[in-house]
């Protein structure tokens, strides 16, 4: 009998009759009803665990409190006044909700499940919280789990061998690892749908500098790559950490990137087994001829779980091109099928939904802004909001590489890149969501709405970040001539390629960057207030890859011809 079965009385939840004994200090499963003992009249004080290693950096010491949080309140010098009152922490219990809900991330090959609701008693705070691995990226990405407006969760898929079984898929001498394919998952600032973005391994794109936090406590910033390289670089070459992968995918872009969840090949094994196997579907049989592995699966439908899942996600023969792109595919699909065995079979059942879980935080290193389980519940309960059918799963928009003779990478496609990452900054949905499209239009109309400065009175700096070979200059000769701006100038190349056009201002110059706005049809999402107060000098317009020439309008499109799918899509049909 499982534990909804087990000695229910009254509707109750299993997982809520977790109780707390005083005397020990310990949650206890009271299947009876019985009351816990009464407290006893000292508080009993937590023995701390004994100091080690943790993936992803080390972890500060304390005992925690409900939340999962840090229990010694720690001034900005580090030092500690002492810990909470262990009395008013165990009065103050929340409140118990009979709602379950979930969401489930994959990055690469396989993802993450959040359970919210009654199942989270104290004993599996404290136990997830121990799952839990961190890392510092120092101040890239949010403090705060969900602020408000939209947010980008980056999802990694960390390639690293090490792990039973695990050498079959590469060199196992590794231990660090590199960016898989990764996953950019973009949240609607009204919470009503999401789209979550495959970025290959093999994207050719430019790394930036990045500042790394050192096991003692000091920076190091190592050197970005030298002209493009493989995506896949951005994490673990020359000690580069999820910190470098996110600057990575901003610079790609142009979003800020919130969060990042990291998972290794063990996620898929242990994910996969916890949900009770995900169905998948094959229009012909797959087989690793290679020998690499043991996936043998027939054609038509199959329920596949540890070693065979991650078997499944990591092949590429007997697909169309045998590519990492047709992996991706294949990917995206079994992350749809899993959400929906999550949806339909684990909610109904709160032990199912405690080893998810369980098996989820053990594979997981999170940035210090969620890396505790009340933070993991707080976001999985904001993005438990969103509808399957309102969540469109893609991959980056790409062509083979003409650098390379016989092409084996990849670059963003010209035309299609540039439109999805438009879309994306300006929270866009890719689906028909009403609400969400009636936002876009008002926040267009809200930006844009205000009194124009005379064309004669706009000041701007034009420079080529992107757009064709001499727009620039050309820009401006079109600004001068036609536009009547006549205190624009050239400043040639930018310092650094940006993922859109973008126009930077003082709020003192919000007059003038609407009038340049109007005359070069630039979108709401193109204008970027700066921080500074002053206006004095001129304000500074950044071409990219979506500016196509003077006199045509630069406009976020409403939607983009690529290969899309929704998670409430079932692979197997009937």
Not at 180 to 203: C, E, K, Q, W
Not at 206 to 211: F, K, L, Q, T
Not at 490 to 509: D, F, M, S
Request: glycine share 10%; charged share 25%; hydrophobic share 30%.
């Amino acid at each position: 009998m499982d534990a909804q079965g087990r000695g229910r009385a009254e509707g109750a939840d299993p997982a809520d009759q977790w109780v707390l004994n005083p005397q020990t200090g310990d949650y206890e499963l009271r299947l009876d009803g019985a009351p816990a003992p009464p407290s006893p009249p000292v508080p009993r004080q937590r023995t701390p665990q004994a100091p080690g290693p943790r993936p992803g950096g080390p972890r500060p010491g304390g005992p925690r409190d409900r939340d999962g949080e840090q229990n010694d309140e720690r001034d900005n010098d580090g030092t500690s006044d002492g810990p909470r009152d262990t009395h008013r922490r165990r009065r103050d219990r929340p409140k118990r909700s009979r709602k379950h809900k979930a969401l489930m991330w994959t990055g690469g090959v396989m993802g993450l499940v959040l359970v919210g609701g009654s199942a989270f008693a104290y004993y599996w705070y404290d136990r997830l919280n121990g799952n839990i691995g961190t890392v510092d990226i120092g101040d890239v990405g949010s403090a705060t789990v969900l602020g408000d407006g939209p947010a980008n969760i980056l999802v990694i898929g960390n390639d690293v061998r090490t792990g039973e079984g695990n050498e079959a898929y590469g060199n196992r001498d590794n231990v660090t690892g590199h960016a898989d394919t990764t996953l950019l998952f973009h949240v609607a600032g009204d919470r009503s749908n999401a789209t979550v973005v495959s970025i290959p391994r093999d994207l050719m794109t430019e790394i930036p500098d990045c500042e790394t936090r050192q096991s003692d406590g000091s920076t190091k910033t190592i050197p970005g790559s030298q002209g493009t390289t493989r995506f896949n670089e951005s994490y673990g070459v020359e000690g580069r950490d999820p910190g470098c992968t996110m600057r990575t995918v901003e610079e790609l872009t142009g979003l800020d990137v919130d969060h990042f969840m990291m998972f290794d090949f063990n996620a898929v094994k242990t994910l996969s087994t916890a949900v009770g196997g995900v169905e998948v579907c094959l229009e012909k049989p797959l087989k690793d001829t290679d020998g690499g592995t043991k996936l043998d699966l027939p054609a038509g439908k199959s329920t596949i779980q540890g070693e065979e899942a991650l078997s499944f996600l990591r092949n590429r023969h007997g697909l169309k091109n045998e590519s990492d792109l047709d992996r991706i595919g294949m990917q995206q699909k079994f992350v749809a099928s899993m959400l929906r065995r999550l949806k339909e079979d684990t909610l109904s059942s709160p032990s199912k939904m405690l080893d998810v879980a369980d098996a989820a935080t053990k594979s997981l290193t999170v940035d210090q802004g969620i890396g505790s389980a009340s933070k993991l519940l707080t976001l999985a309960r904001e993005l438990g909001k969103i509808d399957l059918k309102n969540i469109t799963l893609m991959t980056l928009p790409v062509v083979d590489n003409p650098d390379e003779p016989t092409p084996v990478t990849v670059v963003p496609n010209p035309e299609k890149a540039p439109q999805v990452f438009s879309m994306l900054q300006d929270d866009v949905s890719f689906t028909e969501v009403k609400k969400q499209q009636k936002k876009a239009k008002d926040k267009q109309a809200a930006l844009l709405n205000g009194p124009r400065a005379e064309a004669s009175a706009v000041q701007v700096d034009v420079l080529n970040g992107g757009g064709p070979q001499g727009a620039a200059g050309e820009t401006v000769a079109w600004l001068q001539s036609s536009a009547g701006v006549s205190r624009s100038a050239n400043q040639g190349n930018a310092p650094a390629k940006v993922a859109r056009t973008r126009l930077v201002y003082a709020p003192a110059q919000a007059d003038q960057a609407r009038e340049l706005a109007d005359l070069m049809g630039l979108p709401a999402a193109a204008l970027k207030p700066s921080a500074k107060a002053g206006g004095e000098g001129p304000m500074t317009l950044t071409l990219g890859p979506d500016f196509k020439k003077a006199g045509v309008p630069v406009a976020t499109p409403r939607k983009v011809d690529v290969p899309q799918s929704r998670a409430d899509e079932k692979m197997c049909k009937g």
